[in-house]
């Protein structure tokens, strides 16, 4: 399979027990998945021992590469004297070089499986969150940082994640909000299997989708970043223009849809309080 080092079995393997998994978090109450987020992440990352998170973390170029990509979308928002929030942390290496720029940052997650045996600077705190809850602080975060996390928030919970990241917020904090866009996906495991996502992706979305769910927690201003590997526009970018390519994307039949919707691919929302 393109992108993926790992035998056919070995997918379809870690496609079934993310199907099985992710059905639990679909199908719970809302007070149930608040344990279950944490639980059946552990059982996903106990289980599927190649996980393509682990590849990544085994492969100190590959993690290197990554985590630079990321910190330089960031980069030009952080100051020295800022606090820093990652929520879906991972294994930390993010955080960890945001920490070495600012004056505080906490690493926020739902398993502490990925993240063990990181070595944490004094100003880094891990913070273990049910999925909902953000316990830091009210109104003390200048910039908080999420990349691929939105989509695995069950739809009813991604207000309520987002109610609790707002409180965190100092007035006129950012929200940097890095997730795949649903026009060109599935991007979860199941990209290999189905048309739509059926892992832990329990939602997709557009940046329309965003701006949307996003005004339900009283964000008001929103903006892009303009990113491409290493390259970054060091200014934010009106929404405007996203939401009518995306609409006439989205009429489409789905393979045109999916192919045309490449440069889409990953979203880097941004909301301001």
């Known amino acids: 399979m393109k992108g993926d080092i790992r035998t056919l079995d070995r997918i379809r393997f870690h496609y079934e027990v993310e199907r099985s998994l992710s059905d639990q978090l679909r199908q719970a109450s809302s007070s149930e998945r608040g344990k279950l987020y944490h639980s059946l992440y552990n059982e996903l990352f106990t289980r599927v021992t190649d996980h ?11 993690r290197e590469k990554e985590t630079a990509i990321q910190f330089g979308r960031l980069k030009p928002f952080l100051g020295k004297n800022d606090v820093y929030c990652e929520i879906g942390a991972g294994d930390c290496a993010l955080a960890i070089e945001a920490a ?21 600077p004094e100003n ?9 809850s953000i316990p830091i602080p009210e109104r003390t975060v200048d910039i908080v940082y999420s990349n691929q996390l939105m989509e695995h928030l ?30 060109s996906g599935p991007h979860d495991i199941s990209r290999y299997f189905d048309d739509v996502a059926t892992g832990f992706h329990l939602k997709e979305y557009t ?10 927690a009283g964000f008001r201003k929103f903006r892009v970043i303009l990113s491409w590997q290493h390259v970054v526009v060091p200014w934010l970018l009106p929404l405007a223009p996203f939401v009518p390519m995306e609409r006439m994307l989205e009429t489409l039949p789905k393979k045109l849809r999916r192919r045309l919707s490449f440069a889409l691919g990953i979203m880097k929302f941004v909301a301001i309080k």
Request: aromatic share 10%.
């Open 124 to 132: 880094l705190t891990f913070v273990l969150s049910d999925g909902i």
């Open 100 to 120: 070495k720029h600012v004056k505080k940052a906490y690493a926020v997650e739902v398993s502490e499986v990925i993240s063990e045996n990181a070595n944490f």
């Open 52 to 62: 393509e998170q682990f590849q990544v973390k085994g492969n100190a170029e590959a």
């Open 154 to 183: 069950h739809p009813e919970d991604s207000v309520s994640q987002l109610n609790n990241i707002y409180k965190t917020l100092k007035p006129g904090g950012k929200y940097v909000c890095i997730t795949p866009n649903r026009l």
């Open 207 to 216: 940046n329309y989708d965003l701006r949307d769910v996003f005004a339900k």
